[in-house]
């Protein structure tokens, strides 16, 4: 058996677990399936409040961290193009119906240590969590003659946030400069 199948056995196995003790139900999406941030992006309304399983690009900053894609469509509503991300929110600083699993946090920064990530190189995470979006047509207003997005994150432009359980399978892409 390859590695590379062997270890989206483990992962899905894994997640298929983490779901379970999650209290999976109507509201989780099927444990098989691992969304990239774009495909999420493009069925927000049927992901809506539902625990779903994404794997991308994380993207940190001062404020914190977010999925981002690199799709071929994007949303825009009112003339304003959102950007193709996901905000990533700690369950501690909203209402969800769970904690983090700190444990997991842990582990996974530990990783990115020891993987020594360079100023260039992307980082590729798996979060399980439950997606929040909005009506984005509502999210979007006029002022001073520019378009000022209401969405999620400290910019207010993520179409989405993920409020995170937990967090898995860091892997490293090295830039080739």
Not at 7 to 16: C, D, I, S, Y
Not at 87 to 100: C, H, I, Q, T, V
């Amino acid at each position: 058996m390859k590695p590379r199948f062997f270890l989206r056995g483990a992962l899905l196995t894994a997640v298929g677990g983490l779901l379970s003790a999650f209290g999976a139900s109507r509201d989780t999406v099927s444990p098989d399936k691992v969304y990239t941030a774009c495909e999420v992006l493009q069925d927000l309304d049927a992901l809506n409040k539902k625990v779903v399983i994404v794997r991308d690009v994380v993207v940190s900053g001062p404020h914190g961290s977010f999925l981002s894609g690199t799709c071929t469509s994007h949303i825009v509503k009112k003339g304003f193009e959102w950007p193709d991300i996901i905000w990533l929110k700690n369950p501690r600083d909203s209402k969800g119906p769970f904690e983090a699993d700190k444990k997991a946090h842990d582990q996974v920064r530990k990783e990115i240590v020891r993987l020594r990530l360079r100023p260039k190189d992307r980082l590729i995470l798996t979060y399980v969590g439950t997606l929040e979006t909005k009506d984005l047509a509502k999210s979007v207003e006029i002022r001073a003659g520019r378009l000022v997005p209401f969405g999620f994150g400290p910019d207010s432009d993520a179409p989405a946030q993920l409020i995170v359980k937990t967090v898995m399978d860091p892997q490293v892409l090295r830039d080739r400069e």
